[in-house]
């Protein structure tokens, strides 16, 4: 229903070109699944399966860091942004610039000197095997509830203004992204992701182009975002409660992003896949201009929806439930006229969601295998512990599934579940920042800590879904809005009702509401009107002062016995022209020159390990081979047994259990 007195708007639906350009970019995404399924070793072992054989090429893993950060939500959600907010969300390239160096230098090589496949591997080696499992089950915690939002919420929006039947793209999505997840490994989601992006930035550009196009072009999309204040690109405030200032973009936005570049695990995952560290660094600096392409096509969209849309606002108007839909609304207003362009953006924006559901499946899987399964399982052969992590894949996308039907009956939670999701990055990337930082801390500083930090970001973050923040925006209107006739009692009513815009996350106030909810709510909850943005700073600061305080209580680690690949030389790093005593000097204890020691005593620990296990295997062939022999004998067959013995011939053949 839209708002009494405003006339229906005429939105056109989906057409059969568009559906065929969207069924044409799911089957090509199946496609290169099947492709890898056979291709190469044929995904036989877990290596290949989780890590691509460490043999991928730079620009796919780049494309496919990309496009994780590219997910449906972000398609979706920053034109809106930049559409109610104006443009500071745009300033977080510069962000991605030091989060990137951080990641690349200090983090990443922590993870290849280990050869790790699980990020949270590290957290046994440095600490316990408690606070490794801690961080991997926050990690599917996480992961599985964010993969089923991300399947579910734009699936929601688009059915609402495009007419796609919602359970249809639901499950669709669902079954081919484990389909293709499942058969093809890590070489399948890198090239998916490839292809993804391309279609991405294709409905990004047909919005941009024929937006501008429509209003008279670009020079007047930036003048009526002028007059309407949408243009911000500096606040230099340092108010905790400005939600995006320039100090929250570039110090709470650099802790974000580096919770995501640098330890997550779908992340770390990906350029682990990459031959060697130089390649993999190589990878993450590509997404600097990669990065900055996306956030500007996104942000132009949004600036080419307010030009379209800044004399009738369709949230206030009531033509939208929610600012998710004004996307797919303005893409449907503005390319219905060329049938299939529409299926070029759904496709975008599910090749956004696709993207991150498959690097979220064989993440978990991955974090499954190596965290819960081998340590309990730890004599399988390699194929064995393959088929797992396939069926791992395949359970994860049945859980996406039911997690998005779950996702409908939710309501507001839906918003606190997204909230959440950005509370667990912080207290994680703290408890790594511990470990490879402060070679002093310890195990009981470690579970202290990441506890702490949990219980400060979910504080905040819990009760900013409570007290929703008072977030000041630029003006809006609906004065342009068609009108159902042409009454002034029906413009004074409809402009009269157009002094804030719902939001799906933060309340929007008039200048004399908010002396109101100022003497409505009570004095902690301007702790709760704190930015999003620096709940990841809180967090680390939190697990890293009481890591480090339980940790000298109860008995500092002595940083001389720590295996020096555990922690990163930052000395070495940032301070690189100083003379080589006096970067030792600041490594704190650690032996970092005794590096390839470790490195050579853990290549013979494995090698032992490996003669074990290959022992194992051929001490239980034999006991097959004898257990064979004892029940043949046992069905008089001994003189055909015997023969067969004095001809070499081998007496289980394709009878064999195949161990």
Known sequence: MVLEGLAEPDLPLFSVADYVVFSLMICISAGIGIYYAFSGGGQKTTKEFLLADRQMHVVPVAMSLMASFMSAITVLGTPAEVYTHGTMFWMFWITYIFMIVISAHLYMPVFFNLGVTSAYEYLERRFSVVVRRLGCATFILQMTIYMGICLYAPALALEEVTGVNLWGAVLTLGIVCTFYTTIGGMKAVMWTDTFQVCVMCMGFLAVIIQGSINVGGFGEVWSRNLDGERLTFFVFDADPRIRHSTWSVLIGGGFMWTAVFGVNQAQVQRYLSCKNLRKAQTALYLNIPGLFVIVTLASLCGLVMYALNKDCDPVTADYLKTSDQLMPYTVMMLLSWLPGLPGVFVSAVFAGALSTMSS?????????????????????????????????????????????????????????????????????????????????????????????????????????????????????????????????????????????????????????????????????????????????????????????????????QDPAELDPRLITPFFDTACCCCPGGCRHALWCGVRHDETDKWTQQEKEENEKEMARRESLRIARKESLRKESLKNKKEDGDVEKIELKEKEGTPIIGNEDTGV
């Open 360 to 556: 979220g499946l064989n993440s978990l899987a991955a974090v499954t295998l190596e965290d819960f399964i081998k340590p309990f399982k730890k004599d399988l052969s390699e194929r064995q512990y393959t088929n797992i992590s396939k069926v791992l894949v395949a359970f994860y996308g049945a859980l996406m599934i039911l997690l998005a039907w779950a996702s409908s009956f939710m309501g507001a939670v839906l918003q606190a579940a997204l909230a959440m999701f950005g509370m667990v990055g912080g207290p994680l990337l703290g408890i790594f920042t511990l470990g490879i930082f402060f070679p002093w801390a310890n195990t009981a500083g470690a579970v202290v800590g990441i506890i702490c930090g949990f219980l400060a970001t979910f504080w905040i973050g819990i009760g900013a879904q409570i007290y929703k923040p008072i977030v000041p925006r630029p003006p809006i209107t609906i004065e342009g809005c068609p009108l159902a006739n042409d009454t002034i009692s029906n413009v004074l009513n409809v402009t009269g009702t157009a002094t804030s815009m719902v939001t799906d996350l933060f309340q929007t106030t008039s200048a004399e509401d908010l002396v109101t909810s100022a003497v409505e709510r009570p004095a902690i909850a301007e702790l709760y009107n704190i930015s999003y943005l620096w709940y990841g700073v809180i967090a680390v600061f939190v697990v890293v002062i009481v890591g480090l305080i339980v940790s000298f209580i109860t008995g500092a």
